[in-house]
C-alpha cells in the first residue's frame, strides 16, 4: 500500500491457508478514514488492496460499529476459491440507523 507505512500493516497468520493483512487499530488508518462522504483516502486503500493483489482478506476497523471489524475480500486473488461460507447469522440491523 503505497500510500501508507507497511511498517502499520500486520500479517495476520493465514485463516486456513488464505493469506490476510489488517490495519487492526485506528491509527493505523488515514486521519479522515471515519468522515462522511467517504474519503479519497480509504478508497485508495481498499483499490490498492484489490489491485495490488497480494493479500486475499484485508480486516479493518468498522465505523459504523465501533470495536467491530470488517473483512473485505479480494476476488482476484489466487485464495478466493478457497473462501467458503461455513454458516450465516442474521444482523439484528437497529432500525434507528436507516431514519
Known amino acids: 500500500m503505497a500510500q501508507h507505512n507497511r511498517n502499520n500493516w500486520h500479517h495476520i497468520p493465514g485463516i486456513g491457508g488464505i493469506m490476510a493483512t489488517g490495519l487492526s487499530t ?4 488515514p486521519e479522515d478514514w ?8 480509504t ?10 493483489n497480494e493479500f486475499c482478506v484485508l480486516i479493518i476497523p ?25 454458516s450465516m447469522d442474521k444482523f439484528p440491523f437497529d432500525k434507528r440507523i436507516f431514519n
Open 34 to 41: 471515519q468522515e462522511f462522504p467517504h474519503p479519497f483516502s
Open 62 to 86: 468498522s465505523v459504523v460499529t465501533h470495536g467491530d471489524y470488517n473483512v473485505l475480500i479480494n476476488p482476484n486473488h489466487i485464495d478466493f476459491s478457497k473462501i467458503k461460507i461455513t
Open 43 to 52: 478508497q485508495n486503500i481498499g483499490r490498492e488492496f484489490v489491485t495490488e
Open 26 to 29: 485506528e491509527t493505523d488508518l
